[in-house]
């Protein structure tokens, strides 16, 4: 492939645009592609049609021709109560999954009456104790029909263990449910921080999830495996891929290691890919993820099952792209954002809201960030051939591109001994700040435009917009619910079965049905996780030199 000579120039604020040389992730950029560039391109990603290995251009023949993405708008806030009434809201204008943020006590095992969590209850999303809140949080919502996707990591099985009770005491049968759980801690170490153990009993945390839903609800995603944070610390695309499937095969070794068969685990492993601004290149990044994993997943770990070689995915429009400044121009880059995801295949998709950067978003904005995917979906025709790009002189040869990087990045971390090892010695996480600062000195140099922000600025200010806010008094109404819940409940029975938990973080049994008696007898998701913290410790991040 050609590389052109010249460095990147700034783009000028006048509205004149200066050539790039390459990319965010220093691939180099052509002002031209023909048929010579694909056809360097053919060998490395291959020929395969849509639906076969390695699934570049699509894990279904016919894409989205008989079925859409799921539309999964991700919502929580303040209470379960109003969370469910922003469920309903979403699944009468037409969204077809639900996906819940939960506020940062219930992602770091904490009750919303503990020292901790005092000015954070409700405020990133929705308060969660105990399994009644979970009752409220899905009511009047049929579990057997509508798909749940909950973005928990550290605490994940206790949460999925509160949605099975709820299950049960519905009558709804476990192999009815579909939905997923994040599940992935990993990437808490290195991207985002909401971890509550160290690695190894997390691990085991997600394989005890693994093992459970292999025999009692096989229809859920035990693991969506992110590389969504991974890239909103600052990470490249490339960098994106390379860590988000490193981190995807200690998971799969964790998986071995614990006596779990590869094609009995990896059917229900999924992804969460980011959407940036690059249009192309983010095309680009999601068909090379897919033919990386099918033959990850082949050829190291000798699946025969093409369901386990198969990278399915949920795309969530970029955060970090999102500006304070001009807030409508954020309908534009999650329109785009979007239509990349659409374009590379994603299986589901959340469109963010324009006032995201500001607060969490209205229903106004939550609406909005809906009627995107709809007008993609039902106006656009974009959905009625596969992998519209295939083909593509610029798209074949950057996909190439991406693909062979990223191999190149993961082999790296396999040199260094995997995604654990190069997570713990901080190799990771310093790739990806050293990203984030190059991205930095780009926007504040003007070498990268970002519209509304460090180019076009309006000079006469902007109107107000209006904004979710969460009032001070939620918090207090939840610990009050909470103290009452405690006192309503057999104490005895709780006590017994937290007991039980102890007893089984401190042995080898498999802790998910210990957590579903647990939280159905009353236990709380703080009390579940202070008898963890009490066998397994708390993870301590150690200063990166």
Sequence with gaps: MRYLDQKPQSMTRNGRRTERAENASGIPLEPFYTEEDAAEASPVLGTAAPGEFPYLCGIRADGYRSRLWTMRQYAGFATAAESNARYRYL???GTTGLSVAFDLPTQLGYDSDAPLARGEVGKVGVAIDHVR???TLFEDIPLDEVTVSMTINSPASILLAMVLAVARRRGIPFAKLGGTIQNDVLKEYVARGTYIFPPKPSMRLVTDVMAYCASEVPQWNTI??????????????????AFTLSNAKAYLRAAQAAGLAIDTVAPRISFFWNAHNDFFEEIAKYRAARSIWARIVRDEFGSTDPRSQMLRFHTQTGGSTLTAQEPDNNVVRVTLQALAAVLGGTQSLHTNGKDEALALPTAAAARVALRTQQIIGYESGVPSVTDPLAGSYYVESLTAQVLQRAEALIAEVDDLG??????????????????????????ERGEAVVVGVNAFVESNGEAPIELQRIDASIEREQVERLNRYRAERDADAVRARLEDVRAAAAGSDNLMPHFVEAVDAGATIGEICDELRGVFGKHVAEAIA
């Design 91 to 93: 699944l009468e204008r």
């Design 133 to 135: 809140d979970v009752e």
């Design 418 to 443: 995997g995604a654990v090892a190069s997570i713990e010695s901080g190799w990771m996480q310093a790739r990806i700040a050293e990203s984030s600062y190059r991205a930095q000195q780009a926007i």
């Design 224 to 241: 969506s495996i992110s590389g969504y944070h991974i890239r909103e610390a600052g990470s490249t695309a490339v960098e994106e891929v």
